[in-house]
């Protein structure tokens, strides 16, 4: 073999171990003591939020909760009492960013220095496209990228300074695969996808470790807080059932120490549940193949009609079909996690 082969194969495997050196010291040597270190949740006084909430103090850390509904604050505030002042609630709509700085200056004051941020807050509308406004789109993005956006700006300053931060986005698997009958959701969750993995490739030069969490079905019990439209008792019995259904959906418990556990390592992506990660596999291999089974998933839910553009909740829409023995668990989930008044 020629010198100068030889020489260009060694140059180049030293630099390939150099790369997977650092990708390997990134990935495996970063863990995350959360022992005494501030966490904000926004959406966390109910569902996932609240469950995060649960799995965060366990592993010694201070919680704040932003929420808007004071009634659920108070709740949330019952279940987390016997952690005492690690825990701080905050009303606030995280979707308006003078009240989001207020928010966080009032747990800066009140538990110290903001070190884990987790853009939890979401909002959902099931329901065909033609049921869906324009106003529905611009919720979405309000509430999945603005809000994230704003809360982002306000930590992410001090983070920078101390040398250390991590920032957990919970987008989907909808805003992995857009999902018919959800829509206006799949389109805020693609643009806080967008946001969170260009974002984690600019401050982790700064020791900030931004997650994006795609999420598949979990039995949080949150159906009955989501808004339909339509014929809504039949868009909440597919999407109650769907949500219900073990191997299906993933219990919320699970679920959320997975996020911890991402959010301690570093990890870039954390996609939970088995079926969410053969659905990104399967579509990220063979778009057309998951767009034409989409499409006649698609034919199989409701047409429009109803109410029609109309919304209203989960535990307005239900029916003989759900709440049903099928939906036990998520039943169960939704008095465990705050979901029912």
């Known amino acids: 073999m020629k010198p100068w ?17 650092a990708v390997l010291r990134k990935r495996f040597g970063n863990h995350y003591k959360l022992g005494g270190k501030t966490v904000v949740i926004t959406g966390g006084s109910r569902g996932l939020g609240l469950i995060m909430a649960r799995e965060f103090l366990r592993r010694g850390a201070r919680v ?17 009492r016997s952690w005492g002042n690690r825990v701080v609630t905050v009303e606030c709509d995280v979707t308006q960013r003078d009240q989001v700085n207020r928010a ?20 959902i509308s099931v329901g065909p496209m033609d049921t869906m406004s324009a106003d529905d789109y611009r919720q979405s993005l309000d509430v999945h990228f ?7 700006l306000a930590v992410l300053p001090e983070m920078r300074r101390r040398n250390e931060g991590r920032i957990v986005n919970i987008s989907s698997i909808g805003g992995k695969i857009s999902v018919p009958h959800l829509l206006p959701y799949s389109v805020g969750k693609f643009a806080l996808a967008g946001f969170s993995e260009g974002l984690r490739a600019e401050v982790i030069q700064d020791n900030v470790y931004v997650t994006s969490v ?11 807080n989501a808004n339909f439209k339509g014929k809504h008792k039949a868009e909440y019995a597919w999407f109650s059932i769907s949500g219900s259904l073990p191997g299906l959906s993933i219990d919320a418990d699970r679920a959320g120490r ?10 870039a992506v954390a996609i939970i549940s088995l079926p969410a990660k053969l659905a990104v596999r399967l579509h990220g291999i063979f778009p057309g193949i998951t767009a034409s089974m989409l499409g ?6 409701p047409e429009p009609g109803g109410i029609g553009p109309q919304a209203v909740k989960g535990k307005e829409s239900f029916s ?7 939906t036990t668990l998520t039943e169960k989930a939704a008095e465990k996690n705050n979901e029912v008044a």
């Open 5 to 21: 082969r030889v020489t260009n194969r060694l140059l180049f495997a030293a630099g390939a171990a150099s790369v997977a050196g």
């Open 64 to 80: 704040a909760l932003l929420a808007r509904d004071p009634g659920e604050l108070q709740r949330a505030a019952d279940d987390l």
């Open 104 to 123: 966080l200056d009032r747990v800066r004051g009140e538990l110290g220095p903001i070190d884990v941020l987790v853009n939890n807050a979401g909002t």
């Open 146 to 152: 603005w809000a994230p956006l704003y809360s982002t």
């Open 214 to 224: 795609y999420p598949g079905l979990m039995r949080t019990g949150s159906p009955r």
């Open 258 to 267: 997975q996020i911890v556990n991402a959010c301690e390592r570093g990890d």
């Open 296 to 301: 006649g998933v698609n034919s199989l839910l």
């Open 320 to 326: 003989a079909v759900s709440p049903s023995a099928v």
